[in-house]
């Protein structure tokens, strides 16, 4: 038989495991949906690898290669919150040869700014 001394240690390690888990889970399910009623997804995809239209590449980039080209980058979220908010310089794309859209339109009128603000932090920790 354990101590109870020792048990009660690793069931609140456990439950606190479990617990950040689930919210997560629970914050992927609300970005998900976010993404996809401010029109997000009809450009982007979450994965990696994921076709465009008619099997051409896809229009914006998967949002796990937005993630892995500016880990670490110092600023970046405002930096892409300005992006998703205003849009981008289509001869100024660093994405050109990987995706078949040119630029990325303004999204003010789809997306409230700090909704954009909390989907570009999810974004941005995506893992691979």
Known sequence: MFPLRRVVPVAMLLFAAHGSAWADAKQDVAMKQLAATSGCV???SIESGQPGPAGVAPIGPAWQDVATRYKGQEGISEKLL???MEGSNPYASHWKG????LAMPPNA???KEADARKLVEWILALKQ
């Open 82 to 84: 300005k992006t998703v």
């Open 98 to 101: 990987k995706v078949s859209g």
């Open 42 to 44: 009809a450009c982007h």
């Open 109 to 111: 009128v789809a997306i």
